[in-house]
């Protein structure tokens, strides 16, 4: 267990439809990232939130969007999904840069 | 922006054998932080080593080292005695400092570990 928590792991939905990706990051880090990894493909990066605020945003779809709440935990919606949104989705959170990311466990999405 | 650019899609190593892996990324930082992770199939992402930029000796980390060459902007990962539980998908990537930075990730390698 790294300490991160993602939920669901595992998640099968139609196109059209709207779902959350819930998560929770390893306690103390108050950094949390969005990843999306396609198929034998690397990672992408999505967004960031640190403390609450964002603060980078990568090649996010406006279909997407996410939050950091007070407590942390972090929810990435996904909206009108399509075919391609199909992907497994990474969280990370980091406490300092010298230490790099600890990640979740990732939620794979199917879209069909 | 930094790059990271990994150029071996695919490496193949025997049991008990040395290889290396490659890594260059590009930026006009001075100091930052370099990271190797894992990704066997089970998908999940695991921190193998990383290096300081400020630090001129290279990490270990038991069977894993690194070649860092600061101004070739080179960051090679070598496995020794390579074991089959090695195969997977192996990613650079790059961070510099700040507290908020995200880490920018190379495209991977694949390693097969032979018998």
């Known amino acids: 267990d790294s300490g991160v928590t993602q939920t669901p792991k595992h998640l099968i939905t139609a196109t059209g439809q709207r779902v959350t990706l819930r998560c929770s990051p390893r306690s103390g880090d108050l950094s949390v990232y969005w990843y999306q990894q396609s198929l034998d493909q690397g990672l992408q990066f999505l967004i960031q939130?640190?403390?609450?605020?964002?603060?980078a945003k990568g090649n996010i779809l406006e279909r997407f969007s996410a939050q950091q709440f007070p407590d942390l935990h972090s929810e990435l919606n996904l909206s009108s999904l399509e075919l391609g949104d199909s992907a497994l989705y990474f969280c990370a959170s980091s406490v300092g840069p010298i230490y790099g990311y600890t990640f979740g466990s990732g939620t794979r999405l199917t879209v069909v | 922006a930094q790059t990271v650019t990994q150029s071996q899609p695919e490496m193949s190593v025997q049991e008990a054998e040395t290889v290396t892996l490659s890594c260059t990324y590009d930026?006009?930082?001075?100091?930052?932080?370099l990271f190797w992770y894992k990704q066997p199939p089970s998908r999940q992402m695991i921190l193998v080593i990383r290096?300081?930029?400020?630090?001129?000796q290279n990490a270990t980390e038991n069977r894993f080292s690194v070649n860092f060459q600061k101004a070739a902007k080179s960051f090679s990962l070598k496995i020794s005695d390579s074991q089959l539980g090695d195969a997977a998908m192996y990613f650079c990537a790059y961070r510099r400092t700040g507290t908020a930075s995200k880490l920018t990730f190379g495209t991977g390698t694949r390693l097969q570990v032979t018998l």
């Open positions: 290096q300081e930029a400020y630090k001129q």
């Open positions: 930026t006009s930082e001075s100091d930052y932080y």
């Open positions: 939130y640190y403390n609450g605020e964002e603060r």
